[in-house]
């Protein structure tokens, strides 16, 4: 059984540093927040590494927001539902792409620089768009750029406190008022604190490192799913992760991301034999859905005996790609491929988790006074299948509006904290530590991810996978007290949800394939799947 805590303690032994807002996380969501509810509150930024080290830092393709005269929200509301495959909700994409435009702009009054072109915001056009909506810095670094301002703005601001290196372990719950009351937080030197807030809001990012090869960065290991589950809050939808179809793949480099933005801007998949082949799979050819184009890629690889597909730019202007992917350029060129002449070999990593904490359209959680944002959250928005770059889009316009929502909130008061209450075992009942390095386990847990609940999946692997991780739950047995340790506990929390979503959804939708149900079945299977501690998963209609 997956326990509400993953250590001992007891509050009343602690020391407690007070706080009217708890930010726990630094992407755009964690940042964005903070600054806009230091306009009126105090605000603690938690952060496991560095205040830029997030997945933010290496989104490349852009933000989409509704900038030309020839879009409307209506078409990208249209976008977005068709990429998310019917399951995403109409009011929260409602919300998205009408405040979106407002919350680039406000990017842009906190420092952020866009891309221009004759004096206008520079657009391009990524797959599953209908309209050039994606606004980029720098070419292809606009995650980057979007940290670096907000990041000064954050480091400059007196209402904001960052405390870099720590670790949030635990959300703590008042079990008499059943509200989120702060976190349990690890220093550096291993040490405890109790951080009480008025609001706590979850913006850590996803869970990409539940892969062995995935875009995202090491700190990307599901903390803030894994840790909002077992306070008891409700999450959702969390089989559909999203696996992008071109990162680099290559002996000697990292499975470094390159951007959708390169097919946005006319770039050809290429099979081993040199043969285009998207014309055999989807009518938008490159600039299909994610899914549909990184299922492809796989059955390509499958038939043609390989571990890679070429992504082939090279017929266009090299002035023009050096100028529009620098990053992407370079890095290629740091293991000999120049994009400007060589097609570069591609795969499938896992990239993006659609699902995570349920919120209302304020972004609250099941649970009062915490909130989620960013990748994290499951506001609605992305349904089974995320429309590429409104996650940047998605973390600004409910970051706002959580900040709107926590100043409506009455004072939290005192507490009454009884150590009896919130210590969740008797150290006596811990076992002793299993030598086997928590290296060594992860790994095992990221490959077994990937061969039987990644890009395909089937029941008979899906039911093995589960097996082996009820055979691992005896890890939350161990007393856990190093870092390393916490994290795998999170992520083999994070493994057991998406491998029991994926196993409980007999059809196949967005993300979300199944071989032995191959087919999208809206009679029986349009609805959401919702997971709460010690409860079955429960099937949530369409609002």
């Given at each position: 059984?997956?326990?509400?805590?993953?250590?001992?303690?007891?509050?009343?032994?602690?020391?407690?540093?007070?706080?009217?807002?708890?930010?726990?996380?630094?992407?755009?969501?964690?940042?964005?927040?903070?600054?806009?509810?230091?306009?009126?509150?105090?605000?603690?930024?938690?952060?496991?590494?560095?205040?830029?080290?997030?997945?933010?830092?290496?989104?490349?393709?852009?933000?989409?927001?509704?900038?030309?005269?020839?879009?409307?929200?209506?078409?990208?509301?249209?976008?977005?539902?068709?990429?998310?495959?019917?399951?995403?909700?109409?009011?929260?994409?409602?919300?998205?792409?009408?405040?979106?435009?407002?919350?680039?702009?406000?990017?842009?009054?906190?420092?952020?620089?866009?891309?221009?072109?004759?004096?206008?915001?520079?657009?391009?056009?990524?797959?599953?768009?209908?309209?050039?909506?994606?606004?980029?810095?720098?070419?292809?670094?606009?995650?980057?750029?979007?940290?670096?301002?907000?990041?000064?703005e954050v480091n400059e601001h007196p209402g904001i406190e960052v405390w870099d290196e720590h670790f949030v372990i635990d959300l703590i719950t008042d079990r008499d008022r059943g509200e989120c009351v702060g976190a349990l937080i690890q220093k550096e030197d291993g040490s405890q604190v109790f951080v009480k807030a008025q609001a706590t809001v979850l913006c850590s990012g996803g869970a990409g490192q539940l892969y062995r090869y995935t875009t995202n960065p090491d700190v990307a290991t599901a903390d803030g799913v894994a840790m909002a589950y077992r306070a008891g809050a409700v999450v959702r939808d969390m089989e559909f992760i999203q696996f992008h179809p071109t990162s680099l793949c290559y002996p000697g480099a990292p499975r470094f991301l390159v951007s959708e933005a390169v097919r946005g801007e006319g770039a050809y998949l290429r099979n081993v034999k040199g043969e285009r082949f998207m014309d055999r799979y989807h009518a938008q050819l490159e600039l299909a859905p994610r899914d549909i184009v990184a299922r492809a890629i796989?059955?390509?690889?499958?038939?043609?005996?390989?571990?890679?597909?070429?992504?082939?730019?090279?017929?266009?202007?090299?002035?023009?790609?050096?100028?529009?992917?620098?990053?992407?350029?370079?890095?290629?060129?740091?293991?000999?491929?120049?994009?400007?002449?060589?097609?570069?070999?591609?795969?499938?990593?896992?990239?993006?988790?659609?699902?995570?904490?349920?919120?209302?359209?304020?972004?609250?959680?099941?649970?009062?006074?915490?909130?989620?944002?960013?990748?994290?959250?499951?506001?609605?928005?992305?349904?089974?299948?995320?429309?590429?770059?409104?996650?940047?889009?998605?973390?600004?316009?409910?970051?706002?509006?959580?900040?709107?929502?926590?100043?409506?909130?009455?004072?939290?008061?005192?507490?009454?904290?009884?150590?009896?209450?919130?210590?969740?075992?008797?150290?006596?009942?811990?076992?002793?530590?299993?030598?086997?390095?928590?290296?060594?386990?992860?790994?095992?847990?990221?490959?077994?991810?990937?061969?039987?609940?990644?890009?395909?999946?089937?029941?008979e692997n899906l039911q093995k996978a589960m097996d082996k991780l009820q055979q691992e739950l005896q890890f939350f047995d161990q007393t856990l007290t190093h870092k390393e340790e916490l994290e795998y506990a999170n992520l083999l929390t994070c493994a057991w949800l998406v491998t029991s979503g994926a196993l409980h959804r007999e059809e196949s939708r967005g993300a979300h394939y199944r071989e032995d149900f191959p087919a999208r079945d809206d009679v029986v299977w349009q609805k959401h799947s919702l997971q709460q501690r010690e409860q079955a998963i429960v099937e949530e209609l369409m609002s």
């Open positions: 059984m997956i326990p509400q805590y993953l250590v001992d303690f007891d509050l009343s032994a602690l020391p407690m540093v007070e706080t009217d807002v708890l930010v726990i996380g630094s992407g755009i969501a964690g940042l964005f927040t903070a600054i806009k509810a230091s306009e009126q509150q105090r605000v603690l930024m938690i952060t496991k590494k560095s205040l830029l080290e997030s997945n933010t830092r290496y989104a490349q393709g852009g933000i989409a927001a509704v900038i030309a005269e020839d879009d409307s929200p209506a078409y990208h509301l249209q976008d977005t539902l068709v990429a998310g495959a019917g399951l995403c909700r109409s009011e929260a994409v409602e919300v998205l792409v009408n405040e979106g435009p407002d919350g680039v702009k406000e990017l842009i009054r906190l420092g952020t620089l866009f891309d221009l072109e004759n004096g206008e915001l520079a657009l391009t056009q990524e797959g599953a768009h209908s309209h050039r909506r994606i606004l980029h810095a720098n070419g292809d670094a606009t995650g980057y750029e979007i940290v670096r301002a907000l990041a000064v796989v059955s390509e690889m499958e038939s043609t005996n390989s571990t890679f597909v070429y992504l082939d730019i090279t017929h266009e202007q090299p002035e023009m790609i050096k100028h529009r992917f620098p990053t992407i350029y370079e890095t290629c060129m740091r293991y000999g491929l120049d994009m400007t002449t060589d097609w570069i070999p591609v795969a499938p990593a896992a990239h993006y988790m659609m699902g995570g904490v349920k919120t209302d359209l304020s972004g609250e959680s099941s649970i009062s006074r915490l909130f989620a944002c960013g990748e994290v959250s499951s506001t609605g928005v992305h349904g089974a299948n995320r429309l590429a770059s409104n996650s940047l889009s998605e973390a600004i316009v409910f970051g706002q509006r959580i900040v709107e929502r926590i100043q409506s909130l009455s004072p939290l008061g005192s507490l009454q904290i009884r150590g009896t209450a919130t210590s969740p075992m008797d150290m006596n009942s811990k076992i002793m530590k299993e030598q086997k390095p928590i290296s060594e386990r992860r790994l095992r847990l990221q490959k077994m991810m990937v061969r039987q609940v990644g890009l395909r999946r089937n029941g």
